[in-house]
Every structure is written in C-alpha cells, then in structure tokens.
T-cell receptor, first 116, second 115 residues
Framework: AQTVTQSQPEMSVQEAETVTLSCTYD???????LFWYKQPPSRQMILVIR??????QNATENRFSVNFQKAAKSFSLKISDSQLGDAAMYFC?????????????FGTGTRLTIIP | DTGVSQNPRHKITKRGQNVTFRCDPI?????LYWYRQTLGQGPEFLTY????????KSRLLSDRFSAERPKGSFSTLEIQRTEQGDSAMYLC?????????????FGNGTRLTVT
C-alpha cells in the first residue's frame, strides 16, 4: 500500500517570503499522480496543484510550484510571496492509476502560519 | 456549480445510536468519495462510488458503516451503534472522472461527536 509522509507538522513564514513544504511517498508503481490540497480554517479542502509522475516538468500554478523528484519519491510544495490567505493545513496526496484503487491517500498535513 | 453540500454540519449523538449523513455532489459528477478526518490527521479513505456502484471500500469501514448512492446522485453514510471512536469529521468529495488526474471537490464536512 502506498504511504505519504509529511515530516513538518507546522511551518511558519513571514508574509511575502517563500516557504517550502516537504512530502515524501512510498510506492512500487511507476505511474501515479500527486496532489497538494489546502484546508483553510473553514475546513473545505481545495486543490492547490497536481503533478503526473510521467511528466518531468514541475507543475506551477501562479505562486505555487512543486519540486518533483521521482527517484527520491519527493514532492515538495513551494509557495512564493506568501500571503495571509495562504494560512491553512496543507495535505500532500497520492493516487494510483489502477482501476479500483484510485482513492487519494493523504499525508498527515502541515499547518502553515503566515506572520504579518 | 454550487459545490458539494453536506448535511448536517454538526451531529451530536449518544453512544449506541444510529446516525446518517447526506452528501449532495456537484451535479453531473460521476464519482463520490467519503473520507474520515480526525483532529491533527489527514483524511482517511472510507469508500467511493462511480455513479451508483460502490467500487472500493476501506478496511477501516466496519460492518457498522454503510454507504449508498441510489440513482448515482446524492449519497448517504450511515453509522449504526455509534462508538466514541467514531467521533470525527466526515468529508464527502465528488469528481468528474476523466482520468486519475481529475481533482476531488470537497464539501465542508459533517462533524460527529459521540458522547
């Protein structure tokens, strides 16, 4: 079974600075999909960014980008120009491409605090 | 797109009682997922449907848990004979499945407290 590890329970960053959240995963599959979700205090989870393992190019969405290192099974999230609205729990998630096993497996999350 | 709706938002029940939660997905989304989240943890997968068919069920889901999605629209999650360990946030998500890259859209969750 796949596992996802987020080793930083809490992180903080000064507003306008850059922060990187780490995520590692364990899998024997060669093709898979990775996601970062954000859960603000209101609790609704929102997709931040996604990456397909067969794509070598790192995904980017505005101020959010990933550093995908397939050999190291690492999938970190970089947030540039941090804003107060970025404060939330961030969850890394893994999905297998195999039919019937396509659930998202989440890590334990990183709580990000933005310091004004 | 009105988003995924979950009802009730909060439920307090006594141990041993049955509870039922409802999830209304985004219209035309063919997949619906149930997750459970306890404090300080990431969501744990419970089960998911494609249309009305239940495709996968976690081993976390004991015989006291049952989920349905009649007609492939809304879904219900029932917990029978609740235990204090069932206290958690129950999250529903839906997806318009095209490929494994299709994102999940989550609701606000139902918080269950078993006393």
């Amino acid at each position: 079974a796949q596992t996802v590890t987020q080793s930083q329970p809490e992180m903080s960053v000064q507003e306008a600075e850059t922060v990187t959240l780490s995520c590692t995963y364990d899998t024997s599959e060669s093709d898979y999909y990775l996601f970062w979700y954000k859960q603000p205090p209101s609790r609704q989870m929102i997709l931040v960014i996604r990456q397909e393992a067969y794509k070598q190019q790192n995904a980017t969405e505005n101020r959010f980008s990933v550093n995908f290192q397939k050999a190291a099974k690492s999938f970190s999230l970089k947030i540039s120009d941090s804003q107060l609205g970025d404060a939330a729990m961030y969850f890394c998630a893994y999905r297998s491409p195999n039919f019937g096993n396509e659930k998202l497996t989440f890590g334990t999350g990183t709580r990000l605090t933005i310091i004004p | 797109d009105t988003g995924v709706s979950q009802n009730p938002r909060h439920k307090i029940t006594k141990r041993g009682q049955n509870v039922t939660f409802r999830c209304d997905p985004i219209s035309e989304h063919n997949r619906l997922y149930w997750y459970r989240q306890t404090l300080g943890q990431g969501p744990e997968f419970l089960t998911y449907f494609q249309n009305e068919a239940q495709l996968e069920k976690s081993r976390l889901l004991s015989d006291r848990f049952s989920a349905e999605r009649p007609k492939g629209s809304f879904s219900t999650l029932e917990i029978q004979r609740t235990e204090q360990g069932d206290s958690a946030m129950y999250l529903c998500a839906s997806s318009l499945w095209v490929n494994p890259n299709s994102p999940l859209h989550f609701g606000n969750g139902t918080r269950l407290t078993v006393t």
